[in-house]
Nanobody, 114 residues
Framework: VQLQASGGGLVQAGRSLRLRCVAS????????LGWYRQAPGKQRELVAIFRSDGSARYGDSVKGRFTISRDNGKNEVYLQMYSLKSEDTAVYYCYLDDGLNDYWGQGTLVTVSS
């Protein structure tokens, strides 16, 4: 399984950015699918994921600002980020749990300048 994330970059605080992850397998029916992030010197944390029932779960720090979506026909998952803050600066990783194994993408760096 390969997960290819893209869309990161340098953005000013308050602006928006959209991340995209392309999976080499179906994004339908997985145990979990979504995004985590890791800031310098910090542990990896949940950003947003789809659970097996299709519901979305968000990390507390991004609720109301970020939206996860997906296109199962294209095997893609997206993260729309609004009102970005400097504390959103991190490497964002695409994640998939197929019920047997966990898979991580290579990450895409998002840098938010204040």
């Amino acid at each position: 399984v390969q997960l290819q994330a893209s869309g990161g970059g340098l953005v000013q605080a308050g602006r928006s950015l959209r991340l995209r992850c392309v999976a080499s397998v179906s994004t339908f029916g997985n145990r979990a699918l979504g995004w985590y992030r890791q800031a310098p010197g910090k542990q990896r944390e949940l950003v947003a994921i789809f659970r097996s029932d299709g519901s979305a779960r968000y990390g507390d720090s991004v609720k109301g600002r970020f939206t996860i979506s997906r296109d199962n026909g294209k095997n893609e998952v997206y993260l729309q980020m609004y009102s970005l803050k400097s504390e959103d600066t991190a490497v964002y990783y695409c994640y998939l749990d197929d019920g047997l194994n966990d898979y991580w993408g290579q990450g895409t760096l998002v840098t938010v300048s204040s």
